[in-house]
């Protein structure tokens, strides 16, 4: 696990977060990021971008006590049981909204935190001490606009914010095989590793084609919502700042990758 890098800008974070269970469970996935918390320090506040909030258009939560939302189905009473109370910013809302001008952003205050944004938050910052906004992923819109936004995201990481994107780089539910629970098919070890090799080349625009990157990325991909926040992370990226780290690269269960992909700055902004 890197150190903190000698930087007052924040690194940019998509974490591959699997079960909902992985919020209860101490495992080589959770302890990574516990780490990965602990070495970044706690930021201003964090945007999360999570697979499991679509829309149509483009909202971020502008509540002062976002809620913590329990949208997954038949899983112990335990999980339904968890909450992460951490506080919410309109201000970083209004500053998000600012930054995407001219589109139109929603100021939200009914979704909360979901799932894919708190069971991996309860990990990387268990004290729910720092503000937390989420940004919806407009699911009318070509990946090319998902990666452009991050870009425009960018400046965020400067004013000490954190972006966090949580999906996984492969996700195939109907693909599972519980039998594999260290190992993934050997098209979901291929995929994970194409999309290694094109990030560490610096190709990121590459996979916003990914529909067209042949019979591996179509079992891997099957829908595009748990890749998309990992091309928001990419387009926030600096390439000639930031360095790259692969967290945990393992595809479990078949087909599901839990990588998580840190990018650290190395200097002064």
């Not at 997954?72 to 500053?95: C, I, M, N, V, W």
């Amino acid at each position: 696990m890197s150190t903190t890098p000698p930087s007052t800008r924040m690194p940019a974070l998509f974490i591959g977060h699997g079960t909902p269970m992985n919020a209860l469970e101490q495992n080589v996935f959770t302890q990574s990021w516990a780490a990965l918390g602990h070495c970044i320090g706690k930021p201003k506040a964090i945007l999360v971008v999570s697979a499991h909030w679509q829309t149509r258009g483009v909202a971020v939560t502008a509540m002062q006590r976002p809620e913590t939302i329990n949208d997954f189905g038949a899983f112990p009473k335990a999980l339904f049981d968890k909450t992460y109370p951490a506080p919410g910013s309109p201000e970083l809302a209004q500053r998000i909204a600012r930054l995407l001008q001219p589109l139109s952003v929603a100021q939200d205050h009914s979704w909360g935190l979901d799932h894919g944004a708190w069971s991996i938050l309860v990990h990387l910052y268990p004290q729910a001490d720092v503000p937390v906004v989420q940004l919806s992923m407009d699911a009318t819109q070509s990946p090319s606009f998902h990666y452009e936004l991050g870009q425009r995201l960018q400046p965020l990481r400067d004013e000490g914010v954190l972006i966090v994107g949580t999906g996984n780089v492969v996700h195939n539910l109907g693909r599972l095989d519980w039998g594999m629970p260290e190992n993934g098919y050997d098209w979901a070890e291929r995929f994970q590793a194409r999309v290694q090799e094109i990030v560490t080349a610096g190709q990121d625009w590459a996979l916003t084609n990914f529909a067209q990157m042949g019979a591996d990325a179509q079992r891997s991909i099957p829908s595009a919502d748990h890749f998309l926040p990992l091309l928001y992370v990419l387009g926030s990226r600096d390439r000639e700042d930031d360095a790259l780290e692969f967290v945990t690269p393992q595809c479990v269960f078949g087909s599901l990758s839990m990588m998580s992909i840190a990018l650290w700055p190395s200097r002064e902004p």
